[in-house]
């Protein structure tokens, strides 16, 4: 049953006793122990098969300068072992036992002892209980950064009747992975944590952030639950919109959840501190992809005047908000009045009824004169430039005479060809137009190997 102390010994060596001779006639600094024999203050000791503590009198020796402590993805299963190892380093500031299986429930606990320095805690994998998540919070009064990702938590049992304790300190909450589907269970951390201003809600399969319990209820596969009006007549205040839990909150990724609306985009333009946003792999960009990359940053921008970085790129500059707004304005300015969102009526009375900017038919010659390549062999052909790229490569079957599938196809831009080189044509489905193609340029057919 290996302890941190063995695994600590065994990276870092057993001290040796200090035999001086203090009768030396001249004063030499000797350092009392090697480099080897001193424990850092950053102690990492991942995937050692740690299962206990050890020896408490040595542990204390050992480990009272410790501030950082990471101890992931060991054998770790009692809490008992993980307050005996934590009660010999009083500055300890950061934990990471992530990948210990702690799903026993907390027993015993001496408040009178708390951890005040402690402000970091990753939980991740651990698949904790909830209950015994409270219990760690009551210890931690100093807690700034709680991680509690990968734990398969489908609802959440904090900031609700099971625990009506705020913890006020907590700024910043890692949750990617959990199977939540709802809002309203997202808005028990908001309650719970009052303060928090930075939030991980990347791979979480949220559907929406509306707060009705029709909406909760259809994502849990529960029909029949009860009207918008009872959910608000019976929740919590704070639940009657997405923002009222989360008033500080600054920072907030929903990367690779399952939003599908721009609804929820209009919801994220309502909490009142929102700085920093990600958004990426959501169900909202990718059907139907009618949008550009460009044109997505745009309509994001415009809808959300609050937001200053979008998905990790630098500040928001007024040229590019401004450019925003009016690219959002003229892209619904033809559509419905029914489909346009509030968004655009404040926008119209910022920058006035555009008009229509000049229709130029920028749209790609249908047909253009390239030089196939294949080997010595040179061929000039008419093609069309809206095939795509199979199915070019199964013309080019005669004149290269190799199948389809082992064909490889490279463009040459006749203008860029001394700068940029060959381009591959990768991508099956491509359409020719995309890459520009005019006459006179080149494609070289390859073979596989």
């Known amino acids: 049953m290996p302890s941190l102390l063995e695994a600590i010994d065994k990276k870092y060596g057993k001290e040796e006793a200090e035999n001086f001779d203090l009768d030396l006639p001249i004063a030499i600094y000797v350092p009392k122990k090697s480099p080897r024999n001193s424990i850092p203050s950053l102690l990492v000791l991942n995937d050692c098969d740690i299962e206990t503590a050890g020896d408490e009198q040595e542990l204390e020796k050992k480990c009272q300068g410790v501030e950082e402590l990471d101890l992931a993805q060991n054998k770790l299963a009692r809490w008992t072992e993980v307050f005996d190892i934590l009660k010999h380093m009083p500055r300890v500031k950061f934990v990471n036992l992530s990948f210990n299986n702690l799903t026993e429930e907390l027993v015993n606990l001496d408040n009178r002892n708390p951890f005040p320095y402690l402000k970091n805690l990753v939980l991740n994998a651990t698949h904790i209980n909830w209950k015994s998540v409270r219990d760690l919070l009551q210890l931690l009064p100093s807690l700034e950064e709680l991680h509690l990702s990968l734990n398969n938590y489908s609802h959440v049992e904090l900031g609700d009747d099971l625990d009506s304790q705020s913890y006020c300190n907590v700024k910043k909450v890692h949750f990617t992975g959990n199977p939540v589907t709802t809002w309203r269970e997202i808005c028990k951390l908001g309650v719970a944590f009052p303060t928090l201003e930075s939030l991980v809600l990347a791979e979480c399969p949220l559907q929406s952030l509306d707060t009705s319990s029709r909406n909760s209820s259809e994502a849990n596969g529960s029909p029949g639950g009860r009207t918008e009006s009872e959910s608000e007549s019976n929740s919590p205040p704070s639940f009657?919109?997405?923002?009222?839990?989360?008033?500080?909150?600054?920072?907030?990724?929903?990367n690779s959840t399952l939003l599908a609306t721009w609804d929820d985009v209009e919801r994220l333009s309502r909490f009142p501190a929102l700085q920093c946003l990600r958004l990426q792999g959501c169900p909202l960009f990718e059907y139907p992809q009618e949008y550009t990359e460009h044109e997505r940053r745009q309509l994001?921008?415009?809808r959300l005047p609050n937001v200053q970085t979008l998905n990790g790129g630098g500040l928001i500059g007024e040229e590019e908000r401004e450019d925003a707004e009016r690219a959002f304005i003229r892209y619904y300015m033809d559509k419905p009045e029914s489909d346009r969102p509030e968004r655009y009526a404040d926008?119209?009375?910022?920058?006035?009824?555009?008009?229509?900017?000049?229709?130029?038919?920028?749209?790609?010659e249908k047909r253009v004169k390239v030089r196939f390549t294949f080997g010595e062999a040179t061929e000039v052909r008419s093609v069309v430039v809206y095939q795509t790229v199979q199915e070019l490569k199964q013309k080019l079957e005669s004149f290269a005479g190799i199948p389809a599938s082992r064909m490889r196809l490279f463009y040459?831009?006749?203008?860029?060809?001394?700068?940029?080189?060959?381009?591959?044509?990768?991508?099956?489905?491509?359409?020719?137009?995309?890459?520009?193609?005019?006459?006179?340029?080149?494609?070289?057919?390859?073979?596989?190997?």
């Not at 920058?351 to 920028?362: A, E, T, Y």
């Not at 044509?425 to 995309?434: C, D, G």
């Open 240 to 254: 009657a919109s997405p923002h009222n839990c989360f008033r500080k909150l600054k920072f907030l990724n929903l």
């Open 412 to 449: 040459v831009d006749q203008d860029m060809k001394d700068i940029t080189g060959p381009e591959e044509m990768r991508y099956p489905n491509k359409q020719l137009y995309s890459y520009n193609i005019s006459s006179g340029d080149e494609i070289i057919v390859d073979s596989k190997q």
């Open 347 to 364: 926008l119209v009375s910022v920058h006035g009824k555009l008009d229509p900017l000049v229709h130029v038919d920028l749209s790609p």
């Open 300 to 302: 994001l921008i415009a």
